[in-house]
């Protein structure tokens, strides 16, 4: 599942075959990219950077492509052609020299001027995974949200911070001891300081790997994610699912180390 784990990772494939240099091909099905393909080609990339969960080629002619994952998108990058088994609906295309990149199966894929992409992502909270989080920014999103929301739904919300996906959030509310369901009214500021501290802690290091895992353990994922039924990793009670949060997400946690 794309998280912000995995735009930071697909980034990071991306900038050798893309930055610096030629667009020589730009190809997919997305409406944005047929319309201003000839605005793309023959340009340079000048950078491939992220936001959270969103991901932004900027052009040397002041456009910039955004894309952003959603749950089916996924992002291949390498010095030949896309390969068969790859291919589902290429939504984009960028070709180099040095290679290319393809988004496959992503919802969003728009293009525009710089500063009309930049003014959208202002609703977005600060990113866990920038090199230096805003805490006086999040502070000030986090202290005004809803009482009554849940904490699934805070940590899921882009506009209190961005980057934390479904399975983030069922990891992060099972290593700081919270039942999904409880409602932000009980969670004081300390407390929500403190999962964005997790949360942080979970994906800096897994946009380095090439296998995330949030229990430090190549052979064990995930502490709760996915395990409905199975033994918790810690008490061995039986992991449970439910629908939570408005709108609900599937999520799963443990009876006994979250009550």
């Known amino acids: 599942m794309p998280e912000g784990d995995s735009y930071t990772r697909a980034a990071a ?3 050798p075959l893309l ?3 030629e667009v020589t091909g730009v190809e997919g099905s997305a409406p944005a990219v047929r319309r201003h393909s000839r605005s793309i080609l023959g340009r340079r990339v000048e950078e491939v950077r992220t936001r959270g969960k969103h991901l932004l080629f900027d052009i040397d002619s002041g456009l910039t492509i955004h894309v952003h994952l959603g749950m089916p998108g996924r992002v291949r990058a390498g010095s030949g052609r896309l390969a068969v088994r790859d291919r589902g609906p290429l939504r984009l295309g ?3 020299e040095a290679g290319s990149v393809w988004v496959l199966s992503a919802p969003t894929v728009e293009v525009a001027r710089r500063d009309e992409i930049e003014q959208r992502l202002e609703r977005l909270g600060p990113d866990l995974l ?3 989080f805003d805490w006086d920014e999040f502070r000030r999103r986090a202290d005004r949200y809803p009482g009554e929301r849940t904490v699934s739904d805070f940590l899921l919300d882009q506009r209190v911070m961005a980057g934390v996906g479904n399975e983030y959030k069922c990891e992060v ?3 700081e001891k919270l039942l999904p369901q409880r409602t932000m009214d009980g969670i004081d500021g300390t407390k929500r300081e403190a999962l964005a501290t997790r949360a942080r802690r979970l994906l800096l ?3 380095r790997r090439a296998v995330r895992s949030t ?6 994922g995930a502490w709760v994610y996915g395990r409905k039924g199975l033994p918790c990793r ?3 009670t039986a992991i449970e699912e439910e629908w939570v949060g408005d709108p609900a997400r599937i999520t799963y946690w443990c009876p006994t180390c979250q009550a």
Not at 215 to 220: A, F, N, Y
């Open 13 to 15: 494939r991306a900038r």
């Open 19 to 21: 930055v610096g240099k």
């Open 94 to 96: 960028l070709t180099t």
């Open 130 to 132: 920038a090199d230096e």
């Open 173 to 175: 509310l099972f290593l």
């Open 205 to 207: 290091p897994n946009a």
């Open 215 to 220: 229990t430090g353990r190549p052979d064990e």
């Open 234 to 236: 810690r008490c061995r």
